[in-house]
């Protein structure tokens, strides 16, 4: 199966490393012979800006393109969540038709980079982050065989990914930030991958979350910034980058209420207290059991 997407955790590969002026032979068009083998074998793993611009290209909320077009999946051994497009059950993407991709104008970053994947990687002592290419050479693909040659620059263009690159920057450094942290930082608790999950492609759901009273308490942001996250997905998307950055790394780059801190912890001493009591009410509710009949 294609692999369209190859979030850099995931690769064993050693790729031959491109860059903006390497020089790609590659065409592809409607009258080739492979005409839609790709998409007949899809295996596209989306970023958060692709789940906006398909759901916006369809007219549909992000939970019911969830539902509807994507399949859950683990992008690495510490189980951080991600999702592919669904496919058929012989692998079709659900976009293909006999005419080629029905969200061409929208289709995600994977299918526009192919064949070329990439790869974002921080040097040694670096803290800003530098982005390969490298060529996905495969059987069925025979746009390899054809004569025209560009630079990956070129290659990129034609393909639009610019709006695309910079919408997935941040996310993409949030995941290559953790990945560099190795084995460090350990499973993440469950519940910081369920809101990673959510933060980056669950937007309807982050946006009730962050739109809460409680958030709302906790939080000191100007309404305005509210008024913008209830209209706006891409502000929104951003958010959720900042937000997870906090619950990752404890980048503390959004301002906490006075106070929020003691009344987040008032507020769980209360549950604690509540579990206390409910396991020793458990405990005597046994014991009355074991001596009813003595
Ligand atoms: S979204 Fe379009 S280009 Fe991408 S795999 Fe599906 S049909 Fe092919
Ligand atoms: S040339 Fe490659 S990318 Fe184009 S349709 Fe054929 S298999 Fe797909």
Sequence with gaps: MSKKFDIPFESN?????????SRL???CHKGISCFNACCKQADVTLTPYDIIRLKDHL???ATDFLKDHTVPFRMDKEGLPGVKLRTT??????????EGC??????????????????SMLATGSKTDETHYFLIKEEHCKGHEEDQEQTIAEYLKEQETAQYEEMNREWL?????????????GRPPEATLQMFFMCSFDMDRFRRFVLSENFRNTYDL???VYEVFAKEDISLMQFGVRFMKQAFFGERTIPEKDG??????????EVWDARRQAEITRQQQEEDEKYKDA
């Excluded at 590969?13 to 002026?21: N, R, Y």
């Excluded at 929020?260 to 001493?269: L, M, S, T």
């Design 89 to 98: 059950d012989e692998g079709a993407c659900l976009f293909m038709t006999e």
């Design 222 to 224: 100007e309404d305005s």
């Design 25 to 27: 032979q590659f065409s």
């Design 102 to 119: 029905s969200v061409y104008e929208d289709r995600p970053t994977a299918c526009r980079l192919y064949p070329l994947g990439h790869m």
């Design 173 to 185: 450094q949030l995941m290559l930030k953790r990945r560099s942290m190795g084995p460090t930082v």
């Design 13 to 21: 590969m050693v790729p031959t490393m491109l860059d903006l002026g």
């Design 260 to 269: 929020a801190w003691e009344n987040r912890v008032e507020q769980r001493q």
């Design 59 to 61: 007219g549909k909320s």
